[in-house]
Every structure is written in C-alpha cells, then in structure tokens.
T-cell receptor
Framework: NAGVTQTPKFRILKIGQSMTLQCTQD?????MYWYRQDPGMGLKLIYY???????DKGEVPNGYNVSRSTTEDFPLRLELAAPSQTSVYFC????????????FGPGTRLTVT | GQQLNQSPQSMFIQEGEDVSMNCTSS?????WLWYKQDPGEGPVLLIA?????ELTSNGRLTAQFGITRKDSFLNISASIPSDVGIYFC??????????????FGKGTKLSVIP
C-alpha cells in the first residue's frame, strides 16, 4: 500500500491564481482530512469528509473548497490565492473504527507571492 | 476553539538521556494521542490513549492519560539520534465515531546531541 499520497510536493503561486492540491489514499478509509501547518504551529483542520459525497468545514475553511466524489480522492481547491495561504498542507485519512488514528501524507509546501 | 498547551517548546538533550514532555487542555478530552513529525514528512502516530489514568508504551516511548482528563505526558527513555523531530500531542473531546475531530498542540522540537 502507498498509504496517503499528495501532489505536488512543492508549488509557487502568484496572488490571485488558483490550484488544486491532490490527495489519494489506498487504505479504503472512510474519513479524510485537510490540514495546514504554519511555522511553529500545530495543525489546523481546513475541511474533512466522513465519506464520499459528504464534506464539512473545519477550523479554517475560508479561501478553500473540497469535494469527495470517491472514497480514495479528496482534492483541495484554492481559489484566488493569497499570501496568507502560504503554508504546508497535509492530507490525512482514518478508518471508520479507530477514527482518531489518522495517517498523514508527505505534505505539499505552497508559497503564494 | 479548544487549545492545547504543549511544553516545552523545544529541548536539547544528550544522547542516552530520558525526555519528558506534556500537554494540557482547558477542557476535558476523551482521547489523547501523540504524533512525531520528521523534517519534511507528515506526522506519524506514536501512541493513542483512551482512558483516564491509562499508561501505554511503544518501545522506549511511554505516554499517560492524565487523571483529570485535561493533560497527557510523553516520556522517551535512553534517547537516540533518530528521536530528533517534532512531537505533537492531539486530543479529542469526543469518543467513538466523533473522535476524528482532533485538536493539535504546537509541538515540542527535540534535538539530540550525540
């Protein structure tokens, strides 16, 4: 199993541009999450999904959108990128039972200039 | 939202020394977890705790769920260079199906001097 994979690894965006961060998991997990991590800070939840077709906002959803059409994929969309969205983004997934046991991807480092 | 206070923020220790770090919450948590993050990687789950007073070990790592349900502790014995990284506590006030809603601390950065 590859676990949770994320693409791209790095990206530089100009202010106002849009992009989609890709996340795929091959563990058949029900739950998927997007977090952002700023320097010296813990992880902040952006959006999460409890299953295909179901998504909900986390602590810091503004400026982002998500969709979940399949169990495996959970892309994160940034519209009109702003410097405040410069961060490292982590996707994670967890099973229905033991839902706290979140498996993280390697992250996407995004810079908006 | 809920906040977790994790201490210390950073620590430098000699190889072979024991390490202690802790995490406190302003509210009661029903699940406590400890993750480790290596540079350039995502966090990896080390230990999960479900009951107040619970003491759980994973190799040289031992974590405890505080009796008040508002704190947790992580100890690392006989540290080695590969213990370097950032250790995060995380908790959830929920149990069962709702326990996926985690709050993370800001992390303790551990450096090991050979």
């Amino acid at each position: 199993n590859a676990g949770v994979t994320q693409t791209p690894k790095f990206r530089i965006l100009k202010i106002g541009q849009s992009m989609t961060l890709q996340c795929t998991q091959d563990m058949n997990h029900n739950y998927m999450y997007w977090y952002r991590q700023d320097p010296g800070m813990g992880l902040k939840l952006i959006y999460y999904s409890v299953g295909a077709g179901i998504t909900d906002k986390g602590e810091v959803p503004n400026g982002y959108n998500v969709s979940r059409s399949t169990t495996e994929d959970f892309p994160l969309r940034l519209e009109l990128a702003a410097p405040s969205q410069t961060s490292v983004y982590f996707c994670a997934s967890s099973p229905l039972v033991l839902a706290y046991e979140q498996y993280f991807g390697p992250g996407t480092r995004l810079t908006v200039t | 939202g809920q906040q977790l206070n994790q201490s210390p923020q950073s620590m430098f220790i000699q190889e072979g020394e024991d390490v202690s770090m802790n995490c406190t919450s302003s509210s009661i948590f029903n699940t406590w977890l400890w993750y480790k993050q290596d540079p350039g990687e995502g966090p990896v789950l080390l230990i999960a705790l479900y009951k107040a007073g619970e003491l759980t070990s994973n190799g040289r790592l031992t974590a405890q769920f505080g009796i008040t349900r508002k704190d947790s502790f992580l100890n690392i014995s006989a540290s080695i260079p590969s213990d370097v990284g950032i250790y995060f506590c995380a908790g959830s006030p929920y149990s069962g199906a709702g326990s996926y809603q985690l709050t993370f601390g800001k992390g303790t950065k551990l450096s090991v001097i050979p």
